[in-house]
């Protein structure tokens, strides 16, 4: 059974630097183009950003672009999420998830519904 688990979400002050990882047990990750999404508290989840399966293609949100990088290690089947310069809108808990409904490629902006094995989503809290 596909089972992503995300860590490394927490508290940290504006300008600062959080990694997220998604781990994943079960499957073979790099079958899967890997999706971060986020949600804030009386908003819709947004897709983030999105990582083919073989890592060869990425897209990101106005609003992270150049703060934010997605990668994959596929040996270790996990991707990350390295946000920098984090400001207090980036205040949300973070999820990934992976897409069953494309072969390792995806379509941006993000289908929510073309993915699944969502993770219980990390914390991340950006504040003075």
């Known amino acids: 059974q596909l089972q992503l688990v995300e860590s490394g979400g927490g508290l940290v002050q504006p300008g600062g630097s959080l990694r997220l990882s998604c781990a994943a047990s079960?499957?073979?990750?790099?079958?899967?183009?890997i999706g971060w999404f986020r949600q804030a508290p009386g908003k819709e989840r947004e897709g983030v950003s999105c990582i083919s399966g073989s890592g060869g293609r990425t897209n990101y949100v106005d609003s992270v672009k150049g703060r934010f990088t997605i990668s994959r290690d596929n040996a270790k089947n996990t991707v990350y999420l390295q946000m920098n310069s984090l400001k207090p809108e980036d205040t949300a808990i973070y999820y990934c998830?992976?897409?069953?409904?494309?072969?390792?490629?995806?379509?941006?902006?993000?289908?929510?519904?073309?993915?699944?094995?969502w993770g219980q989503g990390t914390q991340v809290t950006v504040s003075s």
């Open positions: 998830a992976a897409n069953v409904a494309n072969t390792g490629d995806y379509y941006w902006p993000l289908f929510i519904t073309d993915f699944g094995s």
């Open positions: 079960g499957f073979t990750l790099d079958y899967y183009a």
